[in-house]
């Protein structure tokens, strides 16, 4: 009698620890053997290679096995409260003497103490592991933490949906069916109403949502949005799922502990004839089948709205009578599956008003949300603040740790309030005039005045009053853009978030993935990233903005820095593109350490060209800068024979500089050679840039021993060209 008074025993969460022991062993050996062989395969990886760059890893990306107790979570808890769907093994387990209580918070506590002794031992092994590699791995230790609380907090969610599934069914079938509607048909509903919201009305600028209650902090639904890309605009990544603000762990584990404490009420009062049966009540078997359809219907309902905001539902209608028709055959399947009673078809019958009558309401309800966000026109006086997160027209919301220079800066802009009264009035303005243009002449008008008549920049906003805080795609005039320039540069933090990267973690420097960039050390990358914020500092603003802009179709373009830097505790990889009209003075540098350490490559270059060795070769020599009379020219060659019989190598070689760096500016060549017998004590390649002179595109043996293409001429992107061309060489390598 003692023991029915206690709401916890020890012996039973040792004997439910116990039943789970197989799952929880094999759940173990995995994680264990992800945590030792991931480390260990990259120190193999790096240490064959003279010119290795120290790997900076999270949690997260050195041990992903540990992900297993997302999987394990679930199964161990359909396994101890299996007793629940069979109507013997229900009785038996209700006839202990213990209570209810006792039975569901001992075998719960079981479940989650396996997660928890998982998790600390996916850990520790992933420290340990890392240790030994330190040479070629650094792990963030400060993501650990985080990682393993998002795995927990996934995971008592998971437990406490799968609870609360398995006290209101009494199948297999319908214990699984339920436990993903519950934890994921709620915040689906909501994705796929803001984006179909979002798809209809172009001035929306994104569907993640603000507030606590925003998608992204739901942390098991953002993982599923994740694996399955079903956002690509609401911010949520891989990053932010396992190193998240404390609001989506304080969220999750709400949301979790609350359903925790519905399945504890409802297994009190469950009745053990309810094993077996797919719903414990004839009502409940309606409710579940009405809610099966609509996760159907909520995706027609939206297919419908967008169709009917653009005007083409009329030629569309048959599609969606077909549609609906596939909804009211799962209506009824669902009822034949789980009851195997023809007759309850006649008797479902009447539930197929209460799904159209929620189709309609739903419908209207999306209808009013439109008018209301169009209505949303506030006046420049109502506006206390607007943030310009994008600038280029590009979504602004990055998700991932790779950002380029304007990512990044989109990414700091977003939390800087602009408050200059000509930015609040452009703003103020020009989102009245797009909203007007789509009343008067809706998604045609809009279209044709924005995208493809009119000359215009698209910036996506941050609007701030009093009341609410909204965010909108605004198109302003192209003449326009100056003016807004000149306002967002009164703001000195706007400024220093362009003219001051974020400082780098140590050892984690090193220059972009291209020819003659293996040649420099990690050392000589973070000597020259300093010289790079340096030069930024006393760059003029407008050279700066407009070439960050331009990106990779800026011809003066030289090479990139890629670093690790960490914000909000979440590492991200900045690449900082180094411009020769920019940075002057980083150009020069980089030149230097190139020709410095390609010297002995170079040496290696004369003699191969002298002697009857078989080389496959690889030429990409490329014209000046758009200031050269040579911009845009481009020519291609490639060879397998002793180079000293190459006449395409030895035409090149004739023009070929090498006793000094590259200029700004002046053409070049990529060379890649490759023997398999190898050419250096290095390896068996060699890929090496070279100035060449100009005369080189003059000489008339160039246009038979090369492929030679003017780019400008022939109106040709230069810089995807030179990508093109890089991947070819890179495919030969």
């Known amino acids: 009698m003692k023991q029915k008074k206690m709401h916890f025993s020890l012996r039973l969460l040792w004997e439910g620890f116990q039943q789970c022991k197989m799952i929880g062993i094999f759940s173990a050996v995995i994680v264990v053997l992800g945590a030792v062989l991931e480390p260990v395969a990259q120190a193999i990886s790096l240490s064959s290679s003279p010119h290795y760059t120290k790997v900076v890893y999270e949690a997260w990306g050195i041990n992903v096995t540990l992900l297993v107790v997302l999987l394990a979570a679930p199964l161990m808890t359909l396994m101890l409260f299996h007793f629940l769907d069979n109507r013997a093994a229900s ?72 609870l609360v599934s398995m006290s209101i069914t009494g199948t297999v079938f319908t214990n699984l069916l339920f436990a993903g509607i519950l934890l994921f048909l709620p915040r689906l509903c909501v994705l796929a109403l803001q984006s179909s919201m979002v798809n209809a009305l172009p001035f929306l600028s994104d569907s993640a949502g603000t507030g606590f209650f925003r998608n992204a902090n739901n942390l098991l639904f953002s993982g599923v949005n994740v694996v399955f890309s079903m956002s690509e605009n609401d911010g949520t990544s891989i990053e932010t799922l396992f190193s998240p603000s404390w609001q989506a762990y304080l969220y999750t584990f709400l949301l979790g502990l609350l359903y925790f404490v519905i399945a504890a009420f409802l297994f009190r009062r469950r009745r053990s004839e309810a094993a077996g049966q797919s719903a414990p009540s004839r009502l409940l078997q309606h409710i579940y089948r009405i809610v099966v359809t609509m996760v159907i219907c909520i995706f027609i309902v939206c297919a419908m709205f967008s169709e009917m905001t653009a005007g083409i539902l009329r030629d569309e209608w048959f599609v969606f009578l077909v549609f609906y028709l596939v909804a009211a055959l799962v209506y009824f399947a669902y ?64 998700g991932g740790s790779y950002l380029n220079y304007r990512d990044y800066i989109n990414l700091m802009s977003r939390d800087i309030a602009i408050t200059d009264p000509t930015a609040v009035t452009l703003v103020s303005y020009y989102l009245d005039e797009n909203l007007k243009t789509w009343e008067e002449g809706g998604n045609d008008a809009y279209q044709s005045k924005y995208y493809t008549e009119g000359d215009y920049s698209s910036y996506h906003v941050i609007v701030r009053t009093k009341d609410q805080t909204l965010r909108r795609l605004i ?7 100056e003016k807004l320039l000149n306002a967002l540069q009164t703001n000195a933090d706007y400024v220093d978030a362009w003219r001051n990267p974020p400082q780098e973690l140590e050892s984690t420097a090193t220059f ?55 914000k909000n505790g979440r590492s991200y990889t900045l690449d900082c593109a180094i411009y020769q009209n920019l940075t002057p003075e980083t150009t020069k540098k980089f030149y230097e350490m190139l020709y410095a350490a390609q010297k002995d490559d170079l040496a290696v270059l004369s003699e191969l060209t002298k002697s009857e060795k078989n080389v496959s070769v690889n030429m990409n020599a490329y ?69 060449i002179k100009d005369s080189f595109f003059d000489d008339p043996k160039t246009e038979n021993l090369f492929d030679v293409e003017n780019y400008n001429e022939d109106g040709y992107d230069v810089s995807d060209a030179e990508l093109d061309d890089y991947d070819a060489v890179e495919a030969v390598g």
Request: proline share 3%.
């Open 91 to 162: 009785d038996l387990y209700h006839a202990l003497p213990h209570k209810r209580i006792t039975l569901y918070l001992s075998y719960a506590g079981a479940v989650l103490l396996w997660v928890v002794l998982l998790l600390v031992l996916g850990t520790l092994t992933s420290v340990i592991a890392c240790g030994f590699t330190h040479k070629y791995i650094t792990l963030l230790m400060d993501s650990l933490l985080p990682f393993a609380a998002s795995l927990f907090c996934m995971s008592f969610l998971m437990v406490a949906g799968m």
């Open 335 to 398: 009822e034949l599956i789980t009851t195997k009673k023809w007759r309850n078809l006649l008797t479902a019958l009447p539930g197929l008003g209460i799904v159209a009558l929620l189709n309609v309401g739903i419908l209207l309800g999306m209808h009013a949300v439109e008018k209301h966000i169009v209505a949303q026109r506030p006046a420049m006086q109502e506006i206390e603040s607007v943030s310009f997160c994008s600038t280029d027209g590009t979504d602004y919301i990055s």
């Open 475 to 481: 198109y302003v005039p192209a003449s326009e853009t």
């Open 512 to 566: 972009g993935d291209q020819m003659g960039a293996c040649y420099l050390s990690t050392e000589q990358a973070e000597e020259l990233l300093q010289t790079y914020r340096e030069e930024l500092q006393s760059a003029d603003f407008e050279t700066l903005y407009q070439t960050v802009q331009n990106g990779t179709t800026d011809d003066t373009w030289v090479s990139d820095i890629d670093y690790t830097f960490r």
């Open 623 to 691: 014209g000046g800068s758009s200031d050269s009379a040579y911009s845009g020219y481009y020519a291609y060659a490639s060879d397998y024979q002793p180079l000293n019989q190459s006449e395409s190598l030895q035409l090149l070689m004739q023009y070929a500089i090498l006793d000094r760096p590259m200029q700004a500016g002046e053409s070049y060549v990529e060379l890649y050679l490759w023997s398999e017998d190898g050419l250096t004590d290095r390896g068996n390649a060699i890929d090496l840039q070279i100035p």
